[in-house]
Structures are given as C-alpha cells and as structure tokens.
C-alpha cells in the first residue's frame, strides 16, 4: 500500500459535523413538512439502468450522467458484441458514445423525477392512486464544478401523481410556504402555467416556437429586453410577432391586473384562456387561505423545465440575502411515465435545492443557535479509579436522555480535556477527583459563564433541560 | 423516447412507505443512541479517487468496487496514454484492469471505513482528537446477488480515532446494547482480542500463520473441529500445533473460566497476557454496570476482520429467529490512516448492518405498531364547494401538527375516497357534505371501529392525539 493524497473526487464535498446538523435541520424540516402533508417516503437505488436515464434529459443530460464501468473483464462484452478482436487487444472504429453502451449497462441517477416514473410503473399494481410520495436522496452530474454547483447534491422532492385536481398545485404552493417560513427564509413563490404560454406563441402566430420564444423570455432578468429580442430575432421569429410580444413582456402590475391584462391578450386562445383559469383559481383560493410567510405572484416570464412541464410552472426565490438563483421549482407534467409504458398519468411536483437553502441560510444567519453539534455534558476526570467512578454516572445520564461523553483517555492533562469541550462546544463539564469521589458531590462548570458549583448527580440531572 | 422496461438493475432494490417507516425506525434508533453518546455525523461522497480505495480490501475487494467511466470522451485519455491508436480506433495489448485505470479514475465507495479514514487524514487540522464520529450512508459492492445481500446497501458506523483508551472499547459494547434493547433485539456480544490470536499462534509456533489459523477457527460453528483440522492440515500448519490447538478449541465453559483457561495456556506469551487482560477489563467493567439487555462474552474463534484489527475484535449476533449472521461488528485497528499519511493513529468502531437488523425484526414481528406510515386525517369530500369548505380546516389541523390530508379529487366516489384512506392506513376520516357546512359540525369516522360522530374541528383536534 503506498501512500495517498487523499482527497474528494473534483466537484465533491464531505460534511464535517459543524455543515451536517445545520443540513439535517434543512432536511428535517423538509421532511417533517412533507409529512405533514400526508406524502410518504420511497427510496430508489443511486444506481438505474442506464437505459432508464439516457433521452430523458436531453443531449446535454444525457453527457452529464456518470456511467458504471461493468463489474469484471468488460472487455469481454466488448469483444464479443464489436466481433473486431486485433491481436491480443480489440480495435473500434465508432465513438466513445458507442462504446460506452457496451462497457457499462448502469448509471448514477441525475434527478429523482426519472426514477420516480420509473418507481411508479414498475410497482403500479401495489400503488393507490393518488400518490403523494417524497424523496431526499443524492443526484450525481458531471456538470463542470462551479461556486454552488457540485456533482452530487441532494434533491428533496415531493410529488403527487394520478391526480388532475387543481387542488394539488394549491396544497404544493401552501408547503412550500410552510417549508420556508418554518425555515425562517422570506420568498417569493412565482407561478406561470405552460398553457398561457402555449396561448402567447399561438396569438403571435408562432405555435411551432413555443421554447424558443419562452427560452429567451426567460432571459429577461438577466438580458433585458433588447436582449430577449435580439435573441428572438436570431432565433427566426418574425419582426410582426416580436412586436406583439413588447406590450406582455413590458407589462409591469400586480397579479390581478396582468390576469386581466392576459385575458384581454388572450382572448382567441382557447388554451390561453384555460392557462389562465388555472392560475386565477389557484392564486383565489390561496389569497382566501393565507400563507404563513410567502408572496405568492403570476410569473410569465418563468419558463424553467419547459420540456415536460404541461400545466403550472413554479419556482421560489429568496427575498434577501441577494442570492438570484432558485432554491424550490417544480411543475405538472402530463405524462412522464409514458416512456415506461404507463401513458395518461398526470403528476405534478416540487424540489428544494437543499444545497441552495443552506448557501441562503448560512448567508443569512438564518440557522437558530440551537442547531448545534449534539453533546450536553463531558465528563472530566483526573485518573483510572476517577474514569471508574464516572462511568455508570454517564450511563446514568444517558439513561435519563442526556447525550454524555466522557473523555477517554483517563491520565490526559485537565487542560487537554477541557480544549475537548470547548471545540465540541459542550456546554456542561462535570469535573471529577478524589473529592467529589468521596463527597459523591461533582463538579459542575457551566462553560458559557464558567461557574462552577458542586452538586449531587440527581440535581445535576434536574439541571440540565434536554 | 422508446418504451424500456422498467427495473431497477441486479442487486438493488426500491424502498417503498412501508418498507421506508420501518427502515427509517432503524436508523433513527442508531442515530438517537450514537448522538447520545456523543458522537458526531459526518458525511463523505459517494464517489471516492479510485486510488483512495484500490489496496485496501483485498484483492476479491478490489474487483468488487463498482468503477465510474469517466466523463466525456473517455478514449481520449486512453489514446493518449497508450499511443497505440489504430486505424480509427484504438488497441491495447493489456489486460482490462490496466484499461481501467485510463478510463476510470473515480469509483463508489465499498465500506465507510476508508473513506472515513481519508477524511481524518485530509481534514486532521480541523478535528480536535479524539474524535468521535458517526455515518449512515449506502455502500457499494459488484457482489453476485443472492437472498440477503445487496449491491446497494447501508452501513451504520461509529468509531473513535486518536484514543488508546480500553474506555471507548468499554462505550462501544454499551452503545451495542442501547441500539439492540432500544430495537428489542435479543442479542450476544461476542468479542475476543487479536493480541490473544496472536499469543496462540506463538505458543503452538505458528505465529507466522496467524491469518490462516484464525480463518480456520472462525469457521467452527460452520465446519466443526474436523473440519477446522483438515483446513489446518491442508494449510501446512504441522501436527504438533494441531495437538496444541486441540483443548482451546475444544474448550467450553463462562467466559471467566475461558480467561483462566487462556492465562495458563498462554503464560509464555506477553502479547497473549496482554490481550487476556484487555478482554478481562471490558469484561470486569461491564459486569460492575450492567448491559440493558445483551450478554458479553468472550468467544475466541471470533476473527472477523482479522487483516486490519489489532485488538478489541466484536460481533452482535440475535438470539432469536434462527438468523445466524451478525448484525453489528467491529473492533481496534492501530494504523488505518498510515496509508493516507497519518501514522500511529489508533481508532476503534463498530459497524450496524441495517439490511440485516431489518431482516431479523421483520422476521421475529419487532417492529412496534406504532411504526407505521403518517398520515393521521383524510378529509372526504363530495364536491367543489365541500373541498373549498375543508382546505381552511387542512391547514387548520396541520398548523396543530396533525398530519392531514385531503383527497384531491373532488368529484370523486365515496368509495374510493375511502379505499384511499385504507390503503394509506389513515387512522380518521373526516367527511364533510352539505349538511356538515350548514352546521360546521363535521363527521369524524374512526376507521378501525368504523364508529361516527359529528363534532366540530376544535373537538376533532382534541381529540386526534398528537
């Protein structure tokens, strides 16, 4: 064995102690959430056959899977599919693409939406429909590593599927509020809906360019309108329909007023029109239920996931913090089982970044001070029959559901052990020698204030609030 | 988008509700008591540098690592390397372990300990020691899939790094028995010392073939003692240390009487003697504070591990069900992170098999009743008007931290809302037609007695425990 640098794989990360309970207050949170709202866990292998993954995100997607290598020699498969063996090796005339199909059947998954359609086709005879199911697994891309974007991250999804009833987009809109505002991060929830902007691209008379057109739209933000146009023109649409669309991309109000607005625009569209029938009786019946924190507001320049998105379009933001990017998004599709031979099943669902809400939280501050690393109490002590004497002490505590520790190396220096708290952040020590052994009163020192005070264990115990 | 048959690949498996609540009953149990007993969670990608695990388990282990293609033109890095390029494709006379070093450079991790050992090494600056630290992740192996083992599955680990103290392996006995009394699992420690192995194999002057005779005893319960022996014989251990073996191997009784036993046996051995006294200070320790439920004992044919562990070796067995595989295990290794640059760092842990706790609680009915999915109220309503009525009641008991739901579809058959309901096991069913939202007196079905009553939504909150 030779020495190692060792080191994480480029775009990933371990989680010390310190990152790992403020992410599972996150994840806690979420799922207490999730399961608030009747959703149940499933977990699908980190593993599908690469025959499951591959077309379903795209070209780009499809590049950005991790592929597994086959187990053994799978060079054998090789040689034996391609039958143009060289001597003592093989030769290939077609691209790596090719040859990756033969060398590896398996890949790490790239969201949880696919294995999900995958999950639902294959065990639909033992599901009852409507599913309400959440997930909070790992995705792996080989995406380029950037600040904030890695290439395994978490996802956190929650999906309800067999259902067309509006009544599911309202009860999603409603839990990302509650996830956010028990998470203490102000938002803004922006709908849109596929509808209303299959309703645009027909009035301007450009059906055929739906993405193209809601593509660069969605640029607005960070292009301008010059820029969405200038794009649009690239794009080959045409100067009539570009015109048509400056008063929709330029209108500036509140919700109720670019309803209207929409109405009056969309007036020959049939499928605009019940674009924008869907989100006024979503955003009604969420104005007669409050939410708890969130805005919740009409978005027709939100596009994101086109592709398979058929109804509503969701997407949060933080309203501080100055962090742009998108910590929640989702959608309905109407049929993403489909491709597994289950056709006509409509779902719609949401994802939490986790990854994002941290950056957002820690940015923020946001993280209550409770959320800290876990041990209550260390016990100090100055030998061998000291260590023996605390030791069914600790257990006793533990016993009463206080997390205790004591330090275990019994002849190591006072000041050694008390540098243990204080990094552990632990907040009592009971510090223990001949006296206390023989008083049966220990020490208790308190590590905020630094008191001290000699006490029986069972005031001890009564001391400290778990 | 062709149509794929769905399935998740050899060797892994989905996890739906019900599986997920009692798994995740598991877990939370483990995780309750490691936080008790102050260790720490961390976390480590699922992907490692080859290097980091390549050398570690084996040969057999080395195979078994499941290898990640790298991204993008992977034959680019080949060609290169190799300088063989053929016409249009490419050659090489090597076998497919070295083609697999070009292609692949990252792989999933195959257990918890060597990456938890890369990560002391890499972050050493930033832990305080000794260091006490806990993962649940998934592991990976290209194992041959049969009944009960997986090529997914999870690991649960604590360990203790840069402490010598007997103390942390006197704790990690007691963190065996909190896990399996808090599960209700039956269960026998075993444990036995490297240093007591190892003084046997001097004292019959064998000590060069330690591995071979521990591997041969460990298989006893499987092959009984002439099947020990003819191992022995066929891996050239001579007939005299055969003899010598003989009463040891033979020898039945408490654990004390096998300490007695192994003092006489080994009186020439200082490295035995200090092993005999290691076992009798855990042992002594326990006695004087009583495990919860599990019984200790010494079992010297216990050698699992045997190529890292340098002391302190244990394994949990159930003592019920008929299931003989350990389901907890563990032990001291002196030098696991000399590999990656840290010499002389001691550590010692145990390793909860989750797959097989499931198995041995499901097979022996341990799981309380109380595990089960979490929805505690659906709300069944007949129409657009009715489910407009109950949304402010949802939130209203959700806001009281009651899990509730309400079935999306409001057009729905009674029937069917109430098929729904059992299928999820949904304890309450409220239901509210046009009489309850004249009242505001709705009608709470409880549906394992099948009795009604109409009470109001203050009642029904008082009266749904939570």
Redesign the interface.
């Known amino acids: 064995?030779?020495?190692?640098?060792?080191?994480?794989?480029k775009g990933?990360?371990?989680?010390?102690?310190a990152v790992?309970?403020k992410r599972?207050y996150i994840f806690d949170t979420i799922k207490a959430a999730f399961?608030?709202?009747?959703f149940?866990?499933?977990?699908?292998?980190?593993?599908?056959?690469t025959?499951?993954l591959m077309?379903?995100y795209g070209e780009e997607g499809d590049?950005?899977i991790?592929?597994?290598?086959n187990?053994?020699?799978?060079?054998?498969s090789f040689k034996d599919k391609s039958g143009k063996v060289?001597?003592?090796?093989?030769?290939?005339?077609?691209?790596?693409r090719q040859?990756?199909t033969i060398?590896?059947?398996?890949a790490?998954r790239y969201d949880l939406t696919v294995p999900f359609a995958?999950?639902v086709?294959?065990?639909q005879n033992?599901i009852?429909f409507?599913f309400?199911?959440y997930q909070i697994q790992?995705v792996?891309r080989?995406d380029r590593p950037q600040k904030g974007r890695y290439?395994?991250f978490y996802q956190c999804d929650a999906d309800?599927i067999g259902?067309?009833?509006l009544?599911?987009e309202?009860?999603l809109v409603?839990l990302m509020d509650?996830v956010f505002s028990k998470l203490n991060i102000s938002t803004t929830i922006k709908i849109n809906n596929r509808k209303i902007l299959s309703g645009i691209a027909e009035i301007i008379g450009e059906q055929e360019k739906i993405v193209t057109i809601t593509v660069a739209i969605d640029k607005l933000d960070k292009i301008g309108i010059e820029g969405v146009n200038k794009e649009l023109i690239e794009n080959g649409i045409n100067q009539e329909a570009i015109e048509k669309l400056q008063p929709l991309i330029k209108f500036e109000g509140t919700t109720a007023e670019k309803l209207t607005f929409l109405k009056q625009l969309l007036a020959t569209s049939e499928v605009g029109l019940k674009g924008i029938d869907e989100v006024e009786k979503i955003i009604s019946?969420l104005d007669?239920?409050e939410l708890q924190s969130a805005v919740c507001e009409l978005d027709i320049t939100l596009a994101r996931g086109l592709n398979y998105y058929t109804g509503a379009i969701f997407e949060v933001k933080s309203n501080q913090g100055g962090l742009d990017s998108s910590i929640c998004g989702g959608g309905r599709y109407d049929d993403l089982t489909g491709?597994?031979?289950l056709p006509n099943t409509s779902g719609v669902g949401i994802s939490f970044g986790a990854d994002r809400i941290f950056d957002v939280m820690d940015a923020l501050n946001l993280f209550p001070a409770s959320v800290t690393?876990?041990?209550q109490v260390?016990f100090v002590s100055f030998g061998e029959p000291e260590?023996?004497y605390c030791?069914?002490l600790v257990?006793k505590l533990?016993n009463e559901?206080?997390?205790?520790?004591?330090y275990?190396?019994?002849g190591a220096k006072m000041k050694k052990q008390m540098?243990?708290a204080n990094?552990?952040n632990i907040p009592y020590v009971i510090v223990v020698g001949s006296d206390e052994m023989e008083s049966n009163l220990l020490t208790l020192k308190i590590m905020e204030t630094g008191n001290q005070e000699k006490l029986s264990i069972e005031d001890i115990t009564a001391k400290i609030e778990h």
Chains 1, 2 share one sequence.
């Open positions: 064995m030779s020495k190692v640098k060792p080191n994480t794989p990933t990360r371990d989680f010390s102690p790992m309970v599972n399961q608030k709202y009747g149940l866990p499933i977990e699908t292998p980190a593993m599908e056959n025959s499951t077309g379903k590049r950005l991790f592929k597994i290598l187990s053994g020699d799978f060079t054998r060289g001597e003592g090796g093989f030769t290939l005339n077609d691209d790596y040859l990756t060398i590896s059947e398996k790490l995958r999950y086709v294959q065990h033992d009852t409507p309400k199911r790992p792996w080989a290439r395994e309800v259902s067309k009833s009544f599911n309202i009860e409603q509650e019946t007669n239920n491709v597994f031979g690393t876990s041990t260390l260590q023996a030791i069914p257990t533990r559901g206080i997390s205790a520790e004591l275990p190396d019994a540098a243990y990094a552990k």
